[in-house]
């Protein structure tokens, strides 16, 4: 290992490690299913300590903790493939550890550690609704999409300069509010399988660890698209001046 990328995937470990303890941790302790104050605890907690760390490790890795967003910035063409994947090991162990040691500090697993699970017969207003793996598939990587595409135009593109851990906590956030009640709105694949290896529980495993991956790729050929989009107009721009009668 380089001594280069040593620090960054130690950062990615321990951002990964700080981000399921707190934020599986506040799933467990609050719990998800107390309404909106109980979702929103959650949402917060999450976004909080994804944007703290993307401040304290940004500068040193970029601050991913996901590899949802890892595979984006791959995809992207804004890192290397042996780069990326130290990073995704360095992630998903941060996450088990994380876990295991949220599974420690609460004495067992009864709380459910925060595993996602799909929304069943949940009260919707007059009616209920059922997630079907299907529909999670859909959201999960929705939300990853959205993630993703801050991400980059942020923190990749330079955008919001020192603000984009900000616009990403942020983003973090907001899709919790709305997805949390339906698919547990994980959109990490470290997120996910942490608690599902300390808990044994892997139900719709698959869903929680591939769909977020497509919905980062879809982000990455979406933001890289637009970024050719603008450089063609630039490029484009003062030939259509000097054609523009004064």
């Known amino acids: 290992m380089s001594n280069h990328l040593a620090p960054k995937l130690l950062a990615e470990f321990i951002g990964t490690f700080a981000f ?5 941790g506040a799933a467990a302790v609050v719990g998800e299913g107390v309404g909106l104050p109980g979702i929103a605890a959650v949402a917060f907690a999450h976004g909080l300590a994804i944007m703290a760390f993307a401040f304290a490790f940004g500068s040193i890795s970029g601050g991913h903790m996901n590899p949802a967003v890892t595979v984006g910035v791959l995809a992207a063409g804004a890192m290397r493939v042996g780069e990326a994947i130290g990073y995704i090991i360095s992630q998903l162990i941060g996450g088990v ?3 295991l040691l949220l599974r420690t500090v609460l004495g067992g697993a009864a709380t459910g550690l925060g595993v996602p699970v799909l929304a069943h017969n949940l009260a919707l207003g007059a009616t209920s609704v059922t997630i079907t793996p299907a529909a999670g598939f859909m959201i999960e990587a929705l939300l990853a999409f959205f993630l993703v595409t801050v991400a980059l135009s942020t923190a990749v593109a330079g955008r919001a300069g020192n603000l984009a851990p900000l616009a990403i906590g942020m983003t973090l956030t907001f899709n919790i509010v709305m997805g949390g ?3 547990g709105a994980p ?4 997120r996910a399988l942490g608690p599902m290896v300390a808990t044994g529980k892997f139900d719709d495993a ?6 977020p991956i ?3 790729i879809v982000a990455a050929i979406v933001h890289t698209g637009l ?5 063609e107009e630039l490029a484009a721009g003062p030939g259509r001046a000097s054609q523009t009668p004064a």
């Open 97 to 99: 550890a994380g876990a």
């Open 187 to 190: 959109f990490n694949p470290a």
């Open 227 to 231: 970024g050719r989009l603008a450089q």
């Open 181 to 183: 009640a339906l698919t």
């Open 206 to 211: 698959w869903l929680y660890l591939l769909a």
């Open 20 to 24: 399921v303890f707190i934020g599986a």
């Open 214 to 216: 497509v919905g980062a």
